[in-house]
């Protein structure tokens, strides 16, 4: 067996329905809605752990937020992976997409010795798709991007990745260590195991680290390291619907449809 080491990013999202703008500061608020882990990084995990059971190896979680989001961390244990890695500070609160990233990069560089990241495509609560990409470029590493399928050479240290494109598809090979998004619903995610949910939920199987841990700049975290303002909030108008009320035979009704295709067309 191998010592393929990959890591999977999952971040904590409110559930979509549940969340609102905040006003004043033009930020997601939170309170009062239900958490749930980003249902693409649960693509993300399927296919990291489909890799664990091919080629052997070991299958990290990192994430970052608040100490409480730490119960939804173990499902992804209760799944298969190893180890869950948080990195929680309030000096990392506020961050865009890039104080993100980098604050990721400085966890991952920590665990040291990794040979894949794996990433959902996108976040629920921000569909910026930057974050993979973003990582990639912090650790200069190479990038698989939107790949629906996905394996690895440990020996001849490559990742081969298939993704959809218009008219067929494409296969891609890079060098580990790398990168890699991963399309949403690319895969069905397992559920989890109940038989080592105790083994998940016990003491030990997280680790949380703060901005001291990772030797973090300031001013590359939090607010301060994100350039990204938010300057307004428009809400999209809607459009009615005509509610069109066929009326009389079917056959009379198939003609008013078609007349009202025809004029629609």
Known sequence: MSNLHTVVCVKIVPKPEEV????ETL?????????EINPPDMNAMELALSLKERHGGRVSIISMGPPFFTPLLRVALAMG??????LSDRAFGGADTLATTYTLAKGI???????LIICG???????????????????EWAQLTMVNSLDVDVEQRQARGRREIPGGHEILEVPLPAVVSVQTASNEPRFMDYKIKPWAFAEGRVTVWNQADLAAEAEYIGTPGSPTIVSGLDEAASRERKRIILEGSVSEQVEQLVAVMEQAG
Do not use: F, I, M
């Open 20 to 23: 609102s703008v905040a006003p």
């Open 27 to 35: 930020r997601l608020d939170r309170a009062g809605a239900r958490s």
């Open 81 to 86: 992976a190893d180890h869950v890695y948080l």
């Open 109 to 115: 560089e920590k665990l040291g010795a990794v040979d």
């Open 121 to 139: 495509e996108e976040s629920s609560d921000g569909a910026t798709g930057q974050v993979p990409p973003g990582l990639a470029e912090w650790l």
